[in-house]
């Protein structure tokens, strides 16, 4: 999480520029007796073009920090 916040998401920001409207991130814990966490990050864009755009062109630097924070394959949802 720390990596997270401190070095993935202001990484992202920077990349996207102007494009990214918001951001928020959130942790969550699965079950009574917490075993795997699970976090996740929203991306706020204009439209799905205003993504495409910006994102695509940044896509391999940001998918190749992932490994740096888990070992979970990312998921990204529209």
């Known amino acids: 999480m720390v990596y997270y916040l401190n070095r993935h998401i202001p990484m992202v920001r920077q990349l996207l520029g102007s494009s990214l409207k918001g951001v928020s991130v959130e942790q969550g814990i699965f079950g ?11 991306l706020l864009f204009e439209s799905v073009e205003d993504f495409q755009a910006s994102f ?8 190749e920090d992932v490994p740096k924070y888990t070992n979970s394959e990312p998921l990204i949802q529209i």
Request: aromatic share 6%.
């Open 32 to 42: 009574a007796r917490p075993r795997r966490i699970s976090l996740w990050g929203t």
């Open 56 to 63: 695509g062109p940044h896509a391999q630097p940001i998918v």
